[in-house]
């Protein structure tokens, strides 16, 4: 029953907050409990293994289709790796269960975000993701931290005005939130300014919470000032469901990519690939570098979405299924690479890459996972980040957009010269003086980049099987 | 017109005119404590106002989280800022014409330009004019959003826990 | 049965980690160096006696699957290896124990199995080229390990085989372009057309050059000098022949149908010719006991490749039969030469002479394996000899004087080697000689022994092992018919090729009497040829390298970059001065753009959700 996804860790909250002292040591073994449930449950429903998809339930009434379950899947991995992150980071235990129950409310509300079929229903779970990720960025209680949620408290309260307003439009006008019923009228009428304003407040609320450029200005601060667990969760997936899955569904299924739509995730793509790569060339705090690659690299999903409406089909069909393998390679390789920075932050003490250097001596296992995270990322055969950028830039080429596809190969060199950067500052070279008694990190961090390194590799070496049995159906038609 | 409703709009616009001051309040106040306040009272009204367009859970929603924690968050915040200097109060009374009346204005003259450009008789879909209550539309199937307010309640009372609790 | 196949790669391979992992234990990664040549063997043996068939796992869509068969050619091979890794595991206990990098030796080696295992198992042209360039890599690092300085002869063999490794792939490419599948087995072409001819010649620069001939040959001699003894018995002389020349055989009876006439078949005739003159010229005038060697294991493989253009049965069989004979004899003379510099110290042929009292065992083999290269009857090598001369002869009276002039060279070029090493004057410091140990010698004496076995009885061999490996072949199965057809078992039917080369040796013999009159010593013995007029010449340059494509192509290289150097200073400003700094500067534009003020972001937010409803409403 996949409303148990949204049950389970509401209950789990409660239940961990009994006042019984043993229960508080409980918490981490409780979510990664919950995470390998969530993984083997999303995997159940992948298309190379389910025949016919549980529909209709009680409480939702939905359709978990493959667009859904590799979402699910993508939240369980991340949650799985940022449990681990905060058991190895959180300064006391007090801390550490609070931000535990927090990541369990936003998992539930991902979990839920990504099951519902209503406009209404959306907002509200991505409100609680939201809610509990403004929390969990400013639980230090740090200038930084607090600096960091405020800036994007207020730029979702902007997203969620633009979103409701969106909202409130639609549903005088069509009597109804539902996906279903939304769709249907823009198909009818779309072309009416009433309904093109409606749908362009929502995009514009979807591209602040994806953190699509120029709507982006929360994201650096919010991603390199959290706690390492909370920029674990919040890079790896909260603006990945919150923004950029529900764009694609909401592009897909309820706005349908109109010409002026894919114009507009065109532009605005290209935009973010090539000026997040260009900020991040110049960052020397290593989570800001990251967070503007998260920029640019959304920009690619963004991109590859935006071919959805191709009248070459197969081009369509290869661009969305490019986004959404993308979007999940991204929230791998992005976890991966913010857990190293908390390895890292946590062993060395900082995240300045210029008081860093020589460290790959010192921590193998999380200089090599660096290496390969950042390979993945850049497109680098064979690991996973090569293929869906690939489709991306093949479907933009097949689509007729050769200058887009020129510029996605362009960016990515500079994905690679800035990461290339990263890996020499941080890890490479001589042994920085003051690093000479740096130790790798404990299991707890190693652990999960160990896994996340493993499912880069695998699904990078497993391609071929993939691509007929998992990623063309996923295309979401 | 029946008394009872009269009452009843005349309630509503005073409530309205109170969420608008607030509103304005907010943002016009120079002290932040005092705007942080200010912006609570609005969702207290705001709240108030639900309640009577009787969707309790909604209402509920905006106590906790905007009137709640966002206050919260708020004013921890604030107690981290450090008073302005002359100076910068200078400059932020130079600055004070372009940030309140300019935007009101850029955003009035957007909005219309807007509405002029979508002003045209629309379609109506069938079936529209079916529901007739808002409120049922809103409230009645929504099961699955009920799990959602507790969700958002249980983000607000962690919210209050961390941040504004004081540590011994 | 299936997983048989898996396991011939991928024990070995494991195996080698095991050994790498304990290369610093000294006699525990021999022991487990050792355990792993007995269990190929034991694999090898039970692939032998294994029907045939194939695995087939599906990979990626265009071409590439991993796709194993086993046939009685690829079993055939498979064992030959195995049994030769063995005994060269064995052999390296003593000569490896007190020296540097024995551990990496052994790693390397198992490695190699494992990938020469693969290489003749793989039916699937880009598999095999993933195999063979593994090989490569072994074979470099094998070289590399040897004495110090010598990484400078493993990147000439590198650089070498790379090269036509290259030509190989661009074959492949060709190969499969044409054919349609990647798949050897079911790859059918014909030479009548310029595509596929090409991908024909440029598979068969792949092949040859594996085996050691002519023009990418010049790596071997410096490797002989540099490496390690057993690297040379083990890739040069067994693996390399071994694979090269089945890979060959593969491309003329699997691939494409090569047929006597053709020119495709004289061009590889001719190939072979010069191959063997040219390498067997240069052999003659050797004054080390390994580089003397290593001439004439390049020499050989013109045989094989004489032997298999004909492209008629007798020649086919002969070239194969040739292969698993020089692989034999070959690594006996390597092996007999690494125990005589175990022993003495030196190959210099100067400085040995007269040790055959001191060391019979080894001279005996040496005496066995040096009559089966010259082609003494009753040894192994007279007989795959005659079946290549029988082939020649049926394509053209100058294959057959070649050869024949070859074995002459040959025979005489191992009277000289025999004379100055084993007879002659001992001199004082080599008194104190012993006989090498036993676990050099068994390797030795159990190859010899193959040598005399294979000849007398090479009904067995022949039998058992070529002409089955005929019949798996898509253009082998017609030869086969043929076969059943012709005398090629037991003694040469044609007496007159027997007389012919009885005349030739009875020559060599001559020839040596004669340069031992006149020079007064073994080592001599070859003088008149060497400083003969118009000759002395040629060797004088071939000595210092004109004639090797490695040198000429540093050469060549040197001039090159020479004159891209300037335009390289420009693309170098383009790149690392102009690109960088425009990137710089965009970069520096865009981070000053994020001044950090919260009210600027909001600006940005709702100038974009402008834009957003501006160009919705605009376009539709």
């Given at each position: 029953?996949p409303?148990?996804l949204v049950?389970?860790p509401?209950?789990?909250?409660?239940?961990?907050?009994?006042?019984?002292?043993?229960?508080?040591?409980?918490?981490?073994?409780?979510a990664v409990?919950f995470a390998v449930y969530q993984a083997l449950f999303a995997m159940q429903l992948l298309p190379a293994?389910c025949?016919?998809?549980?529909?209709?339930?009680?409480?939702?009434?939905?359709?978990l289709d493959p667009l859904t379950s590799v979402l699910l899947l993508a939240i369980a991995v991340v949650a799985f790796a940022s449990v681990f992150v905060?058991?190895?980071?959180?300064?006391?235990?007090?801390?550490?269960?609070?931000?535990?129950?927090?990541i369990?409310?936003a998992v539930a509300g991902m979990n839920g975000l990504v099951m519902?079929?209503?406009?209404?229903?959306?907002?509200?779970f991505l409100?609680?993701a939201?809610?509990?990720s403004?929390?969990?960025?400013?639980?230090?209680?740090?200038?930084?931290?607090?600096?960091?949620?405020?800036?994007?408290?207020?730029?979702?309260?902007?997203?969620?005005?633009?979103?409701?307003?969106?909202?409130?439009?639609?549903?005088?006008?069509?009597?109804?939130?539902?996906?279903?019923?939304?769709?249907?009228?823009?198909?009818?009428?779309?072309?009416?300014?009433?309904?093109?304003?409606?749908?362009?407040?929502?995009?514009?609320?979807?591209?602040?919470k994806s953190?699509?450029?120029?709507?982006?200005?929360?994201?650096?601060?919010?991603?390199?000032?959290?706690?390492?667990?909370?920029s674990t969760l919040i890079a790896g997936i909260v603006t990945k469901t919150t923004g950029v899955y529900a764009l694609i569904r909401?592009?897909?299924?309820?706005?349908?990519?109109?010409?002026?739509?894919?114009?507009?995730?065109?532009?605005?793509?290209?935009?973010?690939?090539?000026?997040?790569?260009?900020?991040?060339?110049?960052?020397?705090?290593?989570?800001?570098?990251?967070?503007?690659?998260s920029?640019?690299q959304v920009?690619y999903i963004?991109?590859g979405l935006?071919?959805?409406?191709?009248?070459?089909?197969?081009?369509?069909?290869?661009?969305v299924a490019g986004a959404i393998f993308h979007l999940f390679n991204h929230a791998i390789f992005k976890t991966l690479l913010f857990v190293?920075?908390?390895?890292?932050?946590?062993?060395?003490?900082?995240?300045?890459?210029?008081?860093?250097?020589?460290?790959?001596?010192?921590?193998?296992?999380?200089?090599?996972?660096?290496?390969?995270a950042?390979?993945a990322t850049?497109?680098?055969?064979?690991l996973a980040g090569?293929w869906s950028?690939?489709?991306?830039?093949?479907?933009?080429?097949?689509?007729?957009?050769?200058?887009?596809?020129?510029?996605?190969?362009?960016?990515?060199?500079?994905?690679?010269?800035?990461?290339?950067?990263?890996?020499?500052?941080?890890?490479?070279?001589?042994?920085?003086?003051?690093?000479?008694?740096?130790?790798?990190?404990?299991?707890?961090?190693?652990?999960p980049?160990?896994v996340l390194a493993a499912i880069l590799?695998g699904v990078g070496?497993a391609?071929?099987?993939l691509?007929?049995?998992f990623l063309?159906?996923v295309?979401g038609? | 017109?029946?008394?009872?409703?009269?009452?009843?709009?005349?309630?509503?616009?005073?409530?309205?005119?109170?969420?608008?001051?607030?509103?304005?309040?907010?943002?016009?106040?120079?002290?932040?404590?005092?705007?942080?306040?200010?912006?609570?009272?609005?969702?207290?009204?705001?709240?108030?106002?639900?309640?009577?367009?009787?969707?309790?859970?909604?209402?509920?929603?905006?106590?906790?989280?905007?009137?709640?924690?966002?206050?919260?968050?708020?004013?921890?915040?604030?107690?981290?800022?450090?008073?302005?200097?002359?100076?910068?109060?200078?400059?932020?009374?130079?600055?004070?014409?372009?940030?309140?009346?300019?935007?009101?204005?850029?955003?009035?003259?957007?909005?219309?330009?807007?509405?002029?450009?979508?002003?045209?008789?629309?379609?109506?879909?069938?079936?529209?004019?079916?529901?007739?209550?808002?409120?049922?539309?809103?409230?009645?199937?929504?099961?699955?959003?009920?799990?959602?307010?507790?969700?958002?309640?249980?983000?607000?009372?962690?919210?209050?826990?961390?941040?504004?609790?004081?540590?011994? | 049965?299936?997983?048989?196949?898996?396991?011939?790669?991928?024990?070995?391979?494991?195996?080698?980690?095991?050994?790498?992992?304990?290369?610093?234990?000294?006699?525990?990664?021999?022991?487990?160096?050792?355990?792993?040549?007995?269990?190929?063997?034991?694999?090898?043996?039970?692939?032998?006696?294994?029907?045939?068939?194939?695995?087939?796992?599906?990979?990626?869509?265009?071409?590439?699957?991993?796709?194993?068969?086993?046939?009685?050619?690829?079993?055939?091979?498979?064992?030959?290896?195995?049994?030769?890794?063995?005994?060269?595991?064995?052999?390296?206990?003593?000569?490896?124990?007190?020296?540097?990098?024995?551990?990496?030796?052994?790693?390397?080696?198992?490695?190699?199995?494992?990938?020469?295992?693969?290489?003749?198992?793989?039916?699937?042209?880009?598999?095999?080229?993933?195999?063979?360039?593994?090989?490569?890599?072994?074979?470099?690092?094998?070289?590399?390990?040897?004495?110090?300085?010598?990484?400078?002869?493993?990147?000439?063999?590198?650089?070498?085989?790379?090269?036509?490794?290259?030509?190989?792939?661009?074959?492949?490419?060709?190969?499969?372009?044409?054919?349609?599948?990647?798949?050897?087995?079911?790859?059918?072409?014909?030479?009548?057309?310029?595509?596929?001819?090409?991908?024909?010649?440029?598979?068969?620069?792949?092949?040859?050059?594996?085996?050691?001939?002519?023009?990418?040959?010049?790596?071997?001699?410096?490797?002989?000098?540099?490496?390690?003894?057993?690297?040379?018995?083990?890739?040069?002389?067994?693996?390399?022949?071994?694979?090269?020349?089945?890979?060959?055989?593969?491309?003329?009876?699997?691939?494409?149908?090569?047929?006597?006439?053709?020119?495709?078949?004289?061009?590889?005739?001719?190939?072979?010719?010069?191959?063997?003159?040219?390498?067997?010229?240069?052999?003659?005038?050797?004054?080390?006991?390994?580089?003397?060697?290593?001439?004439?294991?390049?020499?050989?493989?013109?045989?094989?490749?004489?032997?298999?253009?004909?492209?008629?049965?007798?020649?086919?069989?002969?070239?194969?039969?040739?292969?698993?004979?020089?692989?034999?004899?070959?690594?006996?003379?390597?092996?007999?030469?690494?125990?005589?510099?175990?022993?003495?110290?030196?190959?210099?042929?100067?400085?040995?002479?007269?040790?055959?009292?001191?060391?019979?065992?080894?001279?005996?083999?040496?005496?066995?394996?040096?009559?089966?290269?010259?082609?003494?009857?009753?040894?192994?090598?007279?007989?795959?000899?005659?079946?290549?001369?029988?082939?020649?002869?049926?394509?053209?009276?100058?294959?057959?004087?070649?050869?024949?002039?070859?074995?002459?060279?040959?025979?005489?070029?191992?009277?000289?080697?025999?004379?100055?090493?084993?007879?002659?004057?001992?001199?004082?410091?080599?008194?104190?000689?012993?006989?090498?140990?036993?676990?050099?010698?068994?390797?030795?004496?159990?190859?010899?022994?193959?040598?005399?076995?294979?000849?007398?009885?090479?009904?067995?061999?022949?039998?058992?092992?070529?002409?089955?490996?005929?019949?798996?072949?898509?253009?082998?199965?017609?030869?086969?018919?043929?076969?059943?057809?012709?005398?090629?078992?037991?003694?040469?039917?044609?007496?007159?090729?027997?007389?012919?080369?009885?005349?030739?040796?009875?020559?060599?013999?001559?020839?040596?009497?004669?340069?031992?009159?006149?020079?007064?010593?073994?080592?001599?013995?070859?003088?008149?040829?060497?400083?003969?007029?118009?000759?002395?010449?040629?060797?004088?340059?071939?000595?210092?390298?004109?004639?090797?494509?490695?040198?000429?192509?540093?050469?060549?290289?040197?001039?090159?970059?020479?004159?891209?150097?300037?335009?390289?200073?420009?693309?170098?400003?383009?790149?690392?001065?102009?690109?960088?700094?425009?990137?710089?500067?965009?970069?520096?534009?865009?981070?000053?753009?994020?001044?950090?003020?919260?009210?600027?972001?909001?600006?940005?937010?709702?100038?974009?959700?402008?834009?957003?409803?501006?160009?919705?409403?605009?376009?539709?």
């Amino acid at each position: 029953m996949p409303s148990l996804l949204v049950i389970i860790p509401l209950l789990a909250v409660l239940l961990l907050n009994l006042p019984l002292n043993f229960l508080r040591r409980l918490a981490l073994p409780a979510a990664v409990l919950f995470a390998v449930y969530q993984a083997l449950f999303a995997m159940q429903l992948l298309p190379a293994s389910c025949t016919a998809c549980p529909t209709h339930e009680r409480w939702f009434v939905n359709v978990l289709d493959p667009l859904t379950s590799v979402l699910l899947l993508a939240i369980a991995v991340v949650a799985f790796a940022s449990v681990f992150v905060l058991h190895a980071t959180a300064s006391d235990e007090k801390h550490g269960f609070n931000a535990f129950n927090l990541i369990f409310l936003a998992v539930a509300g991902m979990n839920g975000l990504v099951m519902v079929r209503d406009l209404f229903s959306m907002y509200i779970f991505l409100e609680i993701a939201s809610v509990a990720s403004f929390i969990l960025i400013a639980a230090q209680r740090d200038m930084g931290g607090l600096e960091g949620a405020f800036k994007y408290l207020v730029m979702s309260a902007l997203a969620t005005m633009m979103m409701l307003a969106s909202i409130a439009l639609l549903l005088a006008y069509c009597g109804s939130t539902s996906f279903m019923v939304v769709a249907e009228a823009l198909h009818a009428h779309g072309s009416h300014g009433y309904l093109l304003t409606a749908v362009g407040l929502f995009l514009g609320g979807l591209l602040i919470k994806s953190g699509i450029m120029p709507f982006h200005g929360w994201l650096p601060d919010a991603y390199a000032a959290a706690p390492a667990a909370a920029s674990t969760l919040i890079a790896g997936i909260v603006t990945k469901t919150t923004g950029v899955y529900a764009l694609i569904r909401l592009v897909l299924h309820v706005f349908g990519p109109s010409v002026a739509v894919q114009q507009l995730l065109l532009i605005f793509g290209a935009i973010s690939v090539v000026a997040g790569a260009l900020a991040a060339l110049g960052q020397s705090d290593m989570k800001r570098m990251l967070a503007y690659s998260s920029i640019s690299q959304v920009g690619y999903i963004v991109m590859g979405l935006g071919v959805a409406g191709a009248a070459n089909k197969f081009a369509a069909e290869l661009g969305v299924a490019g986004a959404i393998f993308h979007l999940f390679n991204h929230a791998i390789f992005k976890t991966l690479l913010f857990v190293n920075a908390a390895a890292v932050e946590k062993q060395a003490g900082t995240r300045d890459m210029n008081q860093l250097g020589g460290l790959a001596q010192k921590m193998p296992i999380t200089g090599l996972t660096s290496l390969l995270a950042m390979f993945a990322t850049a497109g680098v055969p064979p690991l996973a980040g090569f293929w869906s950028k690939l489709l991306i830039i093949a479907a933009l080429w097949l689509a007729g957009y050769h200058g887009y596809a020129l510029l996605g190969i362009g960016a990515s060199l500079l994905t690679l010269a800035y990461f290339l950067s990263l890996q020499r500052r941080v890890f490479f070279g001589l042994l920085r003086a003051g690093c000479e008694n740096v130790r790798e990190a404990g299991w707890a961090l190693t652990v999960p980049s160990l896994v996340l390194a493993a499912i880069l590799l695998g699904v990078g070496v497993a391609l071929p099987w993939l691509i007929g049995s998992f990623l063309l159906p996923v295309k979401g038609f | 017109m029946d008394p009872n409703l009269k009452t009843e709009l005349l309630a509503n616009v005073i409530l309205m005119a109170a969420m608008l001051l607030g509103g304005l309040a907010t943002v016009m106040l120079r002290q932040l404590v005092k705007a942080a306040i200010a912006l609570a009272f609005t969702s207290v009204v705001l709240c108030i106002l639900m309640f009577k367009l009787a969707a309790p859970w909604a209402a509920v929603f905006e106590l906790s989280v905007c009137a709640g924690l966002i206050t919260v968050v708020f004013i921890s915040a604030i107690s981290l800022v450090k008073p302005a200097t002359e100076e910068e109060r200078a400059a932020h009374m130079r600055f004070k014409v372009r940030r309140y009346f300019l935007l009101p204005l850029v955003l009035l003259t957007v909005g219309c330009g807007l509405s002029y450009m979508t002003v045209r008789p629309l379609p109506v879909v069938a079936g529209a004019e079916l529901i007739t209550d808002m409120r049922i539309l809103l409230w009645g199937p929504r099961a699955l959003d009920l799990l959602g307010q507790i969700l958002v309640l249980l983000a607000g009372v962690w919210g209050v826990v961390v941040l504004f609790k004081e540590e011994k | 049965m299936t997983k048989l196949m898996y396991f011939a790669i991928l024990l070995p391979a494991v195996i080698s980690l095991l050994a790498l992992g304990t290369r610093k234990l000294g006699k525990v990664c021999a022991a487990t160096a050792l355990l792993g040549a007995v269990v190929n063997l034991v694999v090898a043996l039970k692939l032998f006696l294994a029907p045939a068939h194939a695995v087939h796992i599906p990979w990626t869509s265009w071409g590439l699957d991993f796709t194993l068969r086993l046939y009685p050619f690829s079993a055939f091979i498979v064992l030959a290896a195995a049994g030769f890794a063995l005994a060269i595991t064995l052999y390296s206990l003593p000569f490896m124990a007190k020296r540097e990098h024995s551990g990496l030796f052994y790693f390397q080696l198992l490695l190699s199995v494992a990938f020469a295992n693969g290489a003749a198992l793989a039916d699937n042209l880009i598999l095999l080229l993933f195999f063979w360039e593994g090989l490569l890599i072994t074979l470099y690092g094998l070289i590399a390990i040897g004495r110090p300085g010598a990484w400078k002869s493993a990147m000439k063999a590198l650089v070498l085989v790379g090269v036509s490794d290259v030509c190989m792939m661009f074959g492949i490419a060709l190969a499969g372009h044409y054919a349609g599948t990647m798949t050897i087995s079911k790859m059918h072409l014909v030479l009548t057309q310029t595509g596929p001819t090409l991908a024909f010649l440029f598979l068969i620069v792949g092949a040859t050059a594996k085996a050691g001939a002519l023009p990418f040959h010049s790596w071997i001699p410096d490797a002989a000098v540099d490496a390690p003894l057993p690297f040379m018995a083990l890739m040069p002389a067994a693996f390399e022949k071994l694979l090269g020349i089945y890979f060959l055989a593969r491309i003329t009876l699997d691939i494409f149908a090569l047929t006597p006439g053709s020119w495709c078949s004289t061009l590889l005739m001719t190939l072979g010719a010069i191959t063997i003159l040219v390498a067997v010229m240069m052999a003659l005038i050797q004054k080390d006991y390994k580089r003397l060697l290593a001439y004439h294991a390049i020499s050989q493989v013109g045989y094989m490749i004489l032997g298999i253009g004909t492209a008629v049965p007798a020649g086919i069989v002969g070239g194969l039969f040739h292969m698993i004979n020089h692989a034999m004899y070959k690594s006996g003379l390597f092996l007999t030469g690494g125990s005589v510099e175990r022993q003495a110290g030196t190959t210099d042929l100067n400085k040995l002479g007269g040790i055959a009292r001191l060391m019979p065992v080894t001279f005996i083999c040496f005496f066995v394996t040096a009559c089966s290269i010259s082609g003494v009857p009753p040894f192994n090598g007279f007989f795959s000899k005659e079946l290549i001369y029988d082939g020649a002869l049926e394509r053209g009276g100058i294959f057959y004087a070649a050869a024949l002039l070859g074995s002459f060279l040959t025979a005489a070029s191992f009277l000289k080697l025999g004379h100055s090493a084993y007879f002659g004057k001992l001199s004082e410091a080599n008194k104190g000689i012993k006989e090498a140990p036993w676990a050099m010698l068994l390797p030795m004496l159990t190859i010899a022994g193959f040598c005399i076995f294979f000849g007398v009885f090479n009904a067995v061999p022949l039998h058992k092992l070529i002409i089955p490996a005929l019949t798996g072949s898509s253009f082998g199965a017609a030869h086969v018919e043929e076969i059943a057809k012709t005398h090629l078992v037991g003694w040469p039917v044609s007496t007159l090729l027997v007389v012919g080369t009885l005349v030739v040796l009875a020559l060599a013999l001559l020839n040596h009497f004669i340069g031992v009159k006149r020079s007064g010593s073994g080592i001599g013995a070859a003088d008149h040829i060497h400083y003969a007029p118009g000759l002395h010449q040629a060797y004088d340059a071939a000595e210092k390298g004109w004639f090797d494509p490695y040198e000429i192509g540093l050469k060549l290289a040197r001039a090159l970059a020479a004159v891209t150097w300037g335009v390289d200073r420009f693309i170098n400003w383009v790149s690392d001065s102009l690109a960088v700094g425009l990137t710089a500067m965009f970069s520096y534009i865009v981070r000053a753009l994020h001044n950090g003020s919260l009210s600027v972001y909001i600006w940005w937010a709702l100038a974009g959700l402008v834009l957003v409803i501006v160009f919705l409403v605009k376009v539709n």
